[in-house]
T-cell receptor, first 112, second 113 residues
Framework: NAGVTQTPKFRILKIGQSMTLQCTQD?????MYWYRQDPGMGLKLIYY???????DKGEVPNGYNVSRSTTEDFPLRLELAAPSQTSVYFC???????????FGPGTRLTVT | KQEVTQIPAALSVPEGENLVLNCSFT??????LQWFRQDPGKGLTSLLL?????REQTSGRLNASLDKSSGRSTLYIAASQPGDSATYLC????????????FGAGTILRVKS
């Protein structure tokens, strides 16, 4: 099993550009999550999904959108990138129970 | 609002020492708690999950305890090794639908050989 995979690993965007961060899991987990991690800070939840077709906002959703058309995939869309979105983005997944979350390797995004 | 604090922010110890990392949370009505390890430039690796009915969990040289009444968890690392050097993150599950996590800022551990 590959677990949780994320692409790309690195990306540099110009202000106002858009992009999609890809996340795929092969563990048949119902729940999936997107977090961002800023330097010296803990991770903050952007969006989460409890199943295909069901998504909801986390703590810091502004400037982002998600969709969940399949169990495996949970892409994160950035529209009109801003310097404040410079961060490392992590995708995670879990079963409803046990709730242990498994993380991908992250995408390092810089907006200049 | 649930807040998670980890103390110390950084710790440097000689190889072989036993050490304790601390995690405190403001709302004791948590569901479960998970400890992670993060190596520089890498993702998070799950170390231990303590479910609400448990008081501790052990994996190899790691032991994590949970005291919900005092709002604290500790991660004990026995006989530390240079390979243990990493950032250790504590995260608590909110008592809400979706198993959402609230993270602390982490403890940066350096084990010197």
């Amino acid at each position: 099993n590959a677990g949780v995979t994320q692409t790309p690993k690195f990306r540099i965007l110009k202000i106002g550009q858009s992009m999609t961060l890809q996340c795929t899991q092969d563990m048949n987990h119902n729940y999936m999550y997107w977090y961002r991690q800023d330097p010296g800070m803990g991770l903050k939840l952007i969006y989460y999904s409890v199943g295909a077709g069901i998504t909801d906002k986390g703590e810091v959703p502004n400037g982002y959108n998600v969709s969940r058309s399949t169990t495996e995939d949970f892409p994160l869309r950035l529209e009109l990138a801003a310097p404040s979105q410079t961060s490392v983005y992590f995708c995670a997944s879990s079963y409803p129970t046990p709730p242990e979350q498994y993380f991908g390797p992250g995408t390092r995004l810089t907006v200049t | 609002k649930q807040e998670v604090t980890q103390i110390p922010a950084a710790l440097s110890v000689p190889e072989g020492e036993n050490l304790v990392l601390n995690c405190s949370f403001t709302d004791s009505a948590i569901y479960n708690l998970q400890w992670f390890r993060q190596d520089p430039g890498k993702g998070l690796t799950s170390l231990l999950l303590i479910q609400s009915s448990q008081r501790e969990q052990t994996s190899g040289r790691l032991n994590a305890s949970l005291d919900k009444s005092s709002g604290r968890s500790t991660l004990y690392i026995a006989a530390s090794q240079p390979g243990d050097s990493a950032t250790y993150l504590c995260a608590v599950f909110l008592r809400e639908y979706g198993n959402k996590l609230v993270f602390g800022a982490g403890t940066i551990l350096r084990v010197k050989s």
